[in-house]
Nanobody
Framework: QVQLVESGGGEVQTGDSLTLSCVAS????????MSWFRQFPGKDREHVAT????????YYADSVKGRFAISRNNAKSTSYLQMNSLKPEDTAVYYC?????????????????WGQGTQVTVSS
């Protein structure tokens, strides 16, 4: 199983931007579809974005479409989530997930490896 470490979270103001990074180790990064999920207190993880293993397609939750962008650098074994026009309702713990499959998914169970999470707080 690949190991994942997220970074880049923090506290920002409404309208600001933030970029999260997820570094993978212990596996062949290019074999994994990569995703970002977020979790609000007391709730299940919610899909944010997914990028296919060969970087040719992406899938976004409606709540972030047009504001967030997922990308990956297979040479650096790193996935990114660029978050623009942040809103207070984006405040959550963000998790990076990796899944050994072709294509895209928004189902948390399809991603077997997870990072420890990084807190994003957006104040008004």
């Amino acid at each position: 199983q690949v190991q994942l470490v997220e970074s880049g979270g923090g506290e920002v103001q409404t309208g600001d931007s933030l970029t999260l990074s997820c570094v993978a180790s212990g596996g062949t990064f290019s074999s994994y579809a990569m995703s970002w999920f977020r979790q609000f207190p007391g709730k299940d993880r919610e899909h944010v974005a997914t990028i296919s293993r060969n970087d040719d397609s992406t899938y976004y939750a409606d709540s972030v479409k047009g504001r967030f962008a997922i990308s990956r650098n297979n040479a650096k074994s790193t996935s990114y989530l660029q978050m623009n026009s942040l809103k207070p309702e984006d405040t959550a713990v963000y998790y990076c997930g990796a899944g050994l499959f072709w294509g895209l998914s928004n189902v948390a169970a399809d991603f077997r490896s997870w990072g420890q999470g990084t807190q994003v707080t957006v104040s008004s």
